[in-house]
């Protein structure tokens, strides 16, 4: 994509409730028509950062800017109430008002904005459309499943054209499989509309599927900024390691006597592992991650010399899609999932990791 | 750090307005009140010319007044709790028959009105003409069988009427009680005995005494059974003491004011150990969920349980309507009827007679603007203390919920003092009383529109406003249809509450602007007790019909919501 301004800054942006600090000083900028996604658990700030770019929460400090210009900005004394925004937003509730119809719920917006009737009607029957909703049109909302009231919110969101969509965990009161599939249908959305939006999930999959980039939070700080690829495959940290999917920490000290290849050696007492560093500082103790799927075990010892360890099978659970096995390797206990036929308990096997799965972390 | 909002918003300037209404409201009486109070020079200087603390010392001289007000207050509260307690017990958690219909009717006395019982109390327990009494003495009796008149007749009409409020207080906490806390003690092995008191009775126990010190702030404050069963033996509480110093000749302001003072800090004090009480209690069981109770088979004891339940809707309901009827069709009342005496004349007169018509024509008219003005200042006020987060709404919200803890009596005597010297002559107008029923009335139309508002999903109106519109719109559009119910409801309790007003208005009205409850107690000590009987069954008329839309309303919008 070439290089164009950004749609959305965010700098230095703080939020007290009272006198509790929720966001603690978080800049970031989103591209014209990307999706920028705030991952974080709960109470890391992210649905207060949203909310804040929404205009419904009043920040202590910072600047938010819209195409350049700001609508809050705690040095110019700006603060653009959030009807005054364009902005639109699709709310973990869905938001969905009671006392009017499907299209009422969809034309809201478009009333506001004086639109002329055959206008209104003919924007709303292609909304409902394009979430395949038209033939709910005069329903009364109450008698909409869950799943209908979320593609009534997104059509709603959308059908005025706003310049940026914000999404609050839309998805995180469907069930399991509906959420799956909406999913994909919301990135699809997304890319044939060409909305800036941000979104806010604490799912991990859903991070990862519908992002060009994340955006990690916690406590009120961010943790980590890079596209999913990176997130998951390059985590700087113990936390994003561990909140994006599992992983296990290895911790040990630096042999630079051993770093053989651009890899980097790590001594502990299960023996010597290699990693790769991607240009971060090492220092004398450091410590590696790894996924848990990208460990592998086997019964035999196989080829190579880099990276095997005996080790003890302690449980092996089968858990459906995958079994999970827990291993003792010198004085620590590793976390290994796979398709692979569990283990008998206690027997020992060989584990093994590829170099490059191994990321040291900053700490 | 904060900065202050530059562009002044709709909502905040609405704020700013509604904030100003109510701290005028409310303060403004309240100051006068203390002023009053504080004045020990000449009384009838304003501003005064002293300040001092003596009128309180001078409270000192009314020893029996506080005894009175103290045994009166303590037996009702005690005879209360008793009936709120049996009655919650009996009906949420036993199998006496008809639970149903007595969860019903059970509050019924509440909107009966303690003036109406103590009217039809009076009729049949005074010592001499009490119905009861006459058949007492036919029967063989000497002298009398109840005397209604006394101290504890007093606390016995208060405790009935007051009895509804402490049954929904504390049939709530046992009903907002997970059984399961219960069965768990069983399942562990504990008795009956032993559940009931190691758990039961610990859960239960903060909410009755949360209603105990509640009820007991009530009495204080309560004035009409006093004033109808105490007058006539000269038996002074402190509301009607100060009743009797601000309406006598010549008046003692400043002892009024100090003693009003006084009760309300008593009262204030109360009702702040109440909510303690309350917040301290509440997190082992008020988890905000309804749950089914368990419910005990007593076996044969239910017809027992029984007949109490209808004992006590006899003496509060059944009884108090009867007799007022009965005396109302009666030439002279007594306890024995005669064909000859029956006559319909009370009522035609109360409909023909210029006083009851004018007083009940302008207490339609003040219900009217009070329920219509004050659904939609309480209706913003509640946005703005619950919804808008401006800076300042708690502070609104405790403006706001303050003339809760001062009777009505002693709120219109500072409010009779602070508008007798308003540049815009309104004493003794109806326009006087406008403005009292709206600042009265404040925590009573805040508490059931907020109560409807809170019920109400912030983000309905959060996403109005994602979609571009402004205030004006969002609140036109998404929050007064979402708030309908409750506004109807607010608008009926209003409406009810004014057309009953006694502890104001009594205080406040001239003699061109009669409201109904004052009148009919006017009617009661001056005019004959037939005809007041005839005044007291048109306006329960009034209030029961307002009452049954009230119902129906309420009942439509709560299962709209639960749909």
Redesign the interface.
């Known amino acids: 994509m070439p290089d164009r301004k950004p749609h959305i800054e965010v700098e230095n942006l703080e939020i ?1 409730y009272g006198d509790v600090p929720a966001v603690r000083g978080v800049s970031f900028s989103v591209q014209p028509g990307e999706q920028l996604t705030l991952l974080g658990p709960s109470g890391c700030g992210k649905t207060t950062t949203l909310r804040a770019i ?3 929460e ?1 920040p ?2 910072g600047e938010i800017r819209i195409g350049g210009a700001p609508v809050y900005s ?1 040095a110019q ?1 700006v ?1 653009i ?4 925004r ?4 699709v ?3 869905y ?1 969905i ?3 009017m119809t499907v299209f009422e719920n969809v034309a ?2 478009l009333r ?2 004086r639109e002329s009737r055959e206008a209104i009607a003919e924007k709303v029957e292609r909304a409902l459309d394009m979430v395949q909703m038209r033939a709910f049109s005069g329903r009364g909302a ?1 008698q909409l499943s869950g799943g209908q009231q979320q593609r009534v919110a997104l059509a ?2 959308f059908v ?1 054209q706003p310049s940026v969509l ?1 999404f609050d965990e839309p998805l995180s009161n469907l069930d399991a499989k509906l959420r799956a599939d909406m999913r994909i249908e919301l990135r699809e959305l997304q890319h044939r509309l060409g909305i800036t939006s941000v979104y806010v999930t604490h799912d991990l999959e859903e991070a990862l599927a519908m992002s060009d980039h994340i955006v990690v939070m916690r406590d009120g700080l961010i943790a980590q900024v890079g596209s999913p690829n990176e997130i998951y495959n390059r985590p700087r940290n113990a936390f994003v390691a561990d909140f994006i999917g599992s992983a296990n920490l290895i911790r040990g000290k630096h042999r630079a006597d051993l770093d053989t290849d651009g890899l980097i050696a790590l001594e502990t007492p299960g023996g010597v592992v290699h990693g790769v560093a991607h240009g971060r500082p090492v220092g004398a103790d450091i410590t590696f991650s790894v996924r848990t799927v990208h460990l592998a075990l086997s019964p035999q010892k196989p080829a190579g010399a880099r990276n095997v360890w005996p080790v003890r099978i302690e449980r092996s659970v089968f858990q459906g899609d995958f079994s999970q096995t827990i291993v003792l390797w010198g004085d620590q206990r590793l976390v290994i999932r796979g398709t692979m036929e569990p283990l008998a308990e206690g027997s020992e096997a060989f584990m093994t990791v590829e170099p490059r799965r191994v990321v040291l972390l900053e700490e | 750090m904060r900065f202050p909002k530059l562009s002044f918003s709709a909502p905040a300037l609405a704020g700013a307005l509604v904030a100003i209404v109510a701290g005028l409201l409310v303060l403004y009486p309240v100051a006068f009140l203390l002023q009053a109070a504080l004045n020990v020079g000449d009384p009838e200087a304003r501003p005064p010319t002293e300040y001092g603390l003596e009128n309180f010392a001078g409270l000192l001289a009314y020893p029996q007044i506080i005894l009175n007000t103290l045994t009166v207050s303590f037996a009702a509260t005690v005879m209360a709790l008793v009936i709120g307690f049996l009655m919650a017990w009996i009906i949420t958690r036993t199998n006496v028959p008809g639970r149903r219909f007595f969860e019903q009717v059970i509050v019924v006395p509440y909107y009966l009105t303690p003036l109406l019982g103590a009217l039809a109390w009076s009729l049949l327990g005074t010592p001499e003409s009490g119905f009861l009494n006459q058949v007492y003495r036919a029967l063989g009796g000497s002298e009398y069988l109840i005397n209604i008149n006394s101290p504890y007749g007093i606390a016995w009409v208060m405790a009935l009427f007051e009895g509804s409020v402490a049954f929904v207080m504390i049939g709530a906490v046992m009903k907002s009680m997970d059984p399961a806390l219960e069965e768990a003690s069983q399942v562990m092995g504990a008795s009956r005995l032993r559940t009931m008191l190691r758990i039961t009775l610990p859960l239960v126990l903060p909410g009755v005494l949360g209603a105990a010190v509640f009820v007991f702030a009530e009495m204080l404050g309560s004035f009409a059974v006093a004033l109808v069963l105490g007058l006539p033996d000269r038996y002074y509480v402190v509301t009607t003491a100060i009743y009797q110093l601000v309406q006598q000749y010549p008046p003692k302001i400043p002892l009024a004011a100090a003693m009003g003072t006084s009760l309300f800090v008593v009262m204030f004090v109360a009702l702040f150990i109440y909510r303690r009480i309350i917040t301290a209690g509440s997190y082992v069981t008020i988890t905000g969920k309804a749950f089914r109770p368990r419910v005990n088979d007593v076996g044969r004891l239910r017809y027992l349980l029984l007949a109490i339940c209808v004992f006590y809707l006899l003496c509060a309901v059944v009884l108090p309507l009867l007799t007022l009827f009965y005396a109302s069709i009666q030439q002279i009342s007594t306890a024995f009827p005669k064909l000859s005496n029956f006559t319909t004349e009370h009522f035609y007169k109360a409909f023909t007679m210029n006083a009851a018509t004018t007083a009940l024509g302008n207490s339609l008219w003040l219900a009217l603007w009070t329920a219509t003005l004050g659904v939609t200042l309480m209706g913003l006020i509640s946005w703005i203390v619950y919804r808008s987060k401006l800076p300042g709404a708690s502070v609104i919200e405790y403006i706001v919920m303050f003339p809760q803890s001062v009777p009505r009596l002693i709120f219109a005597f500072g409010m009779m003092w602070a508008w007798l010297i308003f540049p815009i002559p309104i004493y003794g107008t109806l326009w006087l009383l406008l403005i009292a029923y709206l600042t009265v009335f404040l925590p009573l139309g805040v508490r059931t529109i907020s109560g409807v508002m809170l019920q109400i999903d912030k983000s309905l109106e959060e996403c109005a406003q994602m979609c571009g519109a402004g205030w004006g719109y969002r609140i036109r559009t998404v929050t007064v249809p979402l708030l309908w119910p409750g506004l109807i409801a607010a608008w009926l309790l209003l409406f009810v509450a004014s057309i009953r007003e006694l502890g104001a208005s009594i205080l406040l009205m001239g003699p061109h602007s009669k409201v109904i409850t004052p009148a009919i107690v006017e009617s009661w000590f001056a005019s004959s007790t037939e005809l007041t009987a005839a005044m007291a069954l048109i306006q329960t008329l009034v209030v029961a019909i307002a009452v049954s839309i009230l119902m129906a309303v309420t009942r439509r919008a709560t299962t709209h919501i639960t749909d």
């Open positions: 007290h929404a205009g419904l009043q202590s400090a705690s004394r603060n109430p959030a009807e005054k364009g902005l639109s937003m709310f973990q509730s938001a008002w009671p006392h809201y917006g506001v904005r109450s709603r969101a005025f914000l």
